[in-house]
C-alpha cells in the first residue's frame, strides 16, 4: 500500500492546536463541574491540560469565554436534535424513535456527559446567565418541535400553531422519560447499571422509551375520543 502523504507543517499546527483547545476545554468541564465558575482558577485548568495559561486567552478570550465553551460544546444545543424527529413524512414511531435515539446519544460518552450535567447543575444553582439562554435557544425550540410533531398526530387539522394544554401535557411527559435516564444517571447505574452500561443497551433503552411513548400517545387518542363522545352527549341533552 503507498504511504500516506505526510502532514504539511500547516496541517501539523493545526491538528496540534484542535488537541490543545481540546485538552483546554475537557479540563475546564472537569473543574468547572467541580468547583464552579468562581472558584476554579484559570492557572489550574491550564496546567490540568498541560498548557499555558496564554493559550486561554488565544482559544476561547477569556475564562468567561471558556466556562461557555465548556457549558456549550460538549453536548452542543437541544436544537441539533429536530431534524431527527421533526419531519413532517415521519410517522409517529419514526419521530419518536428519532426522539429518543438523539436525546439518549450523549450517554454513549460516559464520564464526559456526567460532567456535563454537573456543570448543568451547578450553573442552575448558580446561575451566569447561560442556562435560561440555553432555555430559552435549544430546550424551548426542541419542546415545542416535539410537540408539534404530536399536535400532527393527534390533531392534524388544528392550525399550524395551535398547540392545546394536552398536547403540552403529553411532550413533557415524553421528555420526561428521556429525561430521567439521562438526568439520573448515577440513580440508574445504582438500580439497574445494565440498561445504559453499553452504547447497545442504550440504543434499547431508547427502543424502549420510544414504545412506551407510542402507548402514552395512543391513550391521549383514547381520552380525547372520549371528551369528543362526551361533548356531544352533554349538548344533545342540552338541545331542546
Not at 387518542?221 to 349538548?235: E, G, P
Amino acid at each position: 500500500m503507498p504511504d500516506s502523504p505526510a502532514l504539511s507543517a500547516s496541517q501539523e499546527l493545526s491538528a496540534s492546536g484542535t488537541l490543545a483547545r481540546e485538552r483546554l476545554l475537557l479540563a475546564a468541564l472537569a473543574l468547572f463541574a467541580q468547583k464552579g465558575f468562581a472558584n476554579a482558577s484559570i492557572r489550574e485548568i491550564a496546567q490540568a491540560a498541560g498548557a499555558n495559561v496564554a493559550a486561554i486567552s488565544y482559544y476561547f478570550g477569556d475564562k468567561a469565554g471558556l466556562y461557555r465553551a465548556a457549558f456549550t460544546e460538549p453536548l452542543g444545543s437541544a436544537t441539533d436534535d429536530i431534524p431527527l424527529y421533526d419531519q413532517p413524512h415521519f410517522s409517529l414511531r419514526e419521530s419518536l424513535d428519532g426522539f429518543f435515539t438523539g436525546f439518549l446519544r450523549p450517554m454513549k460518552q460516559g464520564e464526559l456527559v456526567q460532567q456535563c450535567m454537573r456543570l448543568h447543575y451547578r450553573e442552575m444553582l448558580e446561575p451566569s446567565g447561560l442556562w435560561r439562554h440555553e432555555v430559552e435557544n435549544g430546550i424551548k425550540p426542541a419542546q415545542l418541535a416535539l410537540a408539534h410533531v404530536l399536535r400532527r398526530h393527534l390533531n392534524p387539522d388544528a392550525p399550524g400553531d395551535s398547540l392545546d394544554d394536552e398536547i403540552h401535557r403529553l411532550a413533557f411527559a415524553i421528555s420526561a422519560l428521556a429525561l430521567q435516564m439521562f438526568m439520573c444517571r448515577e440513580v440508574v447505574d445504582v438500580i439497574a447499571p445494565q440498561l445504559v452500561s453499553t452504547p447497545e443497551a442504550i440504543d434499547v433503552t431508547a427502543s424502549r422509551l420510544a414504545d412506551f411513548a407510542v402507548a402514552m400517545v395512543a391513550a391521549e387518542q383514547v381520552r380525547r375520543a372520549q371528551a369528543a363522545i362526551n361533548f356531544v352527549a352533554i349538548d344533545q341533552k342540552e338541545t331542546p
